[in-house]
T-cell receptor, first 111, second 111 residues
């Protein structure tokens, strides 16, 4: 049973560019949540997707957007990248209000 | 504003010691409290606690929730170097399953 997968593993971008991160949930899970984890901090909730719609959103600007596909996989898009967007981006999947399982993350560096 | 606090933020112990990690929360519409272990990238699930006073155990790890005191503890007995990690406490709300993380406790176990 494959767990949560994310791609790419690492990414380097420059300020002002746009980035797309991808996530495939664990088999049987229909809910995908995205988190940003800066160095030395706990994960911060960005948003959550369920049935292809954004169901919850944290305190992140509109530059952060996402999408969920019919197969439950999801993308996180960040526009107009800032240096402060450098972080580990974690995707987590879940079902039926049970515990979330995390993917290995994408390390984004903005230069 | 919802808040999850952990203490201590970092801890260094010797192999064989017993440690207690603390988590307190101020969250509206509480559903459950979760503990995760983060070694390199993906947080791995340890416990989900919903009912007060019921201890959950997994090997040398155990955890209990006190809903009256809005807190939880994670105990690790007979620590090993492999227990070195960041331990994250998180609270799941009843509004769908938005999860709020604390800053984590960095545990280092030295031989």
């Amino acid at each position: 049973d494959a767990g949560v997968t994310q791609s790419p593993t690492h990414l380097i971008k420059t300020r002002g560019q746009q980035v797309t991160l991808r996530c495939s949930p664990k088999s049987g899970h229909d809910t995908v949540s995205w988190y940003q984890q800066a160095l030395g901090q706990g994960p911060q909730f960005i948003f959550q997707y369920y049935e292809e719609e954004e169901r919850q959103r944290g305190n992140f600007p509109d530059r952060f957007s996402g999408h969920q596909f019919p197969n439950y996989s999801s993308e996180l898009n960040v526009n107009a990248l800032l240096l402060g967007d450098s972080a580990l981006y974690l995707c987590a999947s879940s079902a039926d209000f049970r515990e979330q399982f995390f993917g290995p993350g994408t390390r984004l560096t903005v230069l | 504003e919802d808040k999850v606090v952990q203490s201590p933020l970092s801890l260094v112990v010797h192999e064989g010691d017993t440690v207690t990690l603390n988590c307190s929360y101020e969250v509206t519409n509480f559903r459950s409290l979760l503990w995760y272990k983060q070694e390199k990238k993906a947080p791995t699930f340890l416990f989900m606690l919903t009912s007060s006073g019921i201890e959950k155990k997994s090997g040398r790890l155990s955890s209990i929730l006190d809903k009256k005191e809005l807190s939880s503890i994670l105990n690790i007995t007979a620590t090993q170097t492999g227990d070195s990690a960041i331990y994250l406490c998180a609270v799941m709300k009843t509004s769908y399953d938005k999860v709020i993380f604390g800053p984590g406790t960095s545990l280092s176990v030295i031989p």
